[in-house]
């Protein structure tokens, strides 16, 4: 008996390390008192970054995250366009411990790989070590196939782009737009399906004073 037990916790610990975690997010608050116009002045690319406080880390991830895809009005439609309301993309988090898929639906994250896949999300390797979390945007290329028109996915992905430019200008945070990136590391990690692509990745930070 006392075997059988220590096998039964043996596999209840495989299975609780194995387990994916799930983190719900805050709700938004973009508690910033800036208005548009300066946010405009202060947008800007920031390539060396402070570390982003512990406890103000996963509030600014969820206000990053609205301000790409969030939701703005009672009949679900979002803060960036999309033609046709056919959205693309899919935004992925990225930090010290692991790559965590954003669910916009329910604000959580869903952990699909564990480790640093910071340097990993830009060539400039040392802009990666001082940033705190990283947003991934992947393109589901099978949106627009039948219509040939990738760009609408692009402008899709250009339009959440500046809208965390503006967040982070607000927010007092930095961040840098990176279209150089290990690609093929970061596709096995999430994983992603053949006919999705990471299309662009945006490295976060506090600024530096």
């Given at each position: ?10 596999a209840c ?13 805050p ?7 800036m208005?548009?116009?300066q946010?405009?002045r ?22 990053l995250l609205?301000?790409?895809t969030g939701?703005n ?15 693309a993309?899919?935004l992925?988090?990225v ?12 604000n ?13 999300c830009?060539?400039?390797?040392a ?17 627009w ?5 990738q760009d ?9 782009m ?12 930095g961040?840098?737009?990176?279209g ?30």
């Amino acid at each position: 008996m006392k075997k059988m037990l220590l096998h039964l916790c043996g596999a209840c610990a495989i299975f609780s390390a194995c387990a994916a975690e799930v983190i719900t997010l805050p709700q938004v608050a973009l508690d910033t008192s800036m208005p548009l116009r300066q946010a405009m002045r202060e947008r800007k690319t920031i390539r060396t970054f402070a570390p982003v406080a512990p406890d103000k880390k996963m509030q600014c991830i969820a206000d990053l995250l609205w301000c790409a895809t969030g939701q703005n009005r009672p009949d679900g439609h979002r803060v960036t366009p999309a033609a046709i309301n056919r959205y693309a993309a899919t935004l992925y988090v990225v930090d010290a411990d692991a790559v965590y898929r954003f669910d916009r639906q329910q604000n959580t994250l869903t952990e699909v790989a564990r480790g640093n896949y910071m340097t990993a999300c830009a060539s400039n390797q040392a802009m990666c070590k001082s940033a705190s979390f990283a947003l991934i945007f992947v393109l589901d290329e099978s949106v627009w196939a039948t219509r040939n028109r990738q760009d609408y996915a692009a402008l899709e992905v250009g339009a959440m782009m500046q809208n965390v430019y503006l967040g982070c200008a607000a927010m007092d945070l930095g961040t840098c737009a990176c279209g150089s990136f290990d690609a093929k590391k970061l596709s096995a990690a999430l994983p992603l399906a053949a006919d999705q692509k990471v299309y662009l990745t945006m490295v976060v930070g506090s600024q530096v004073r």
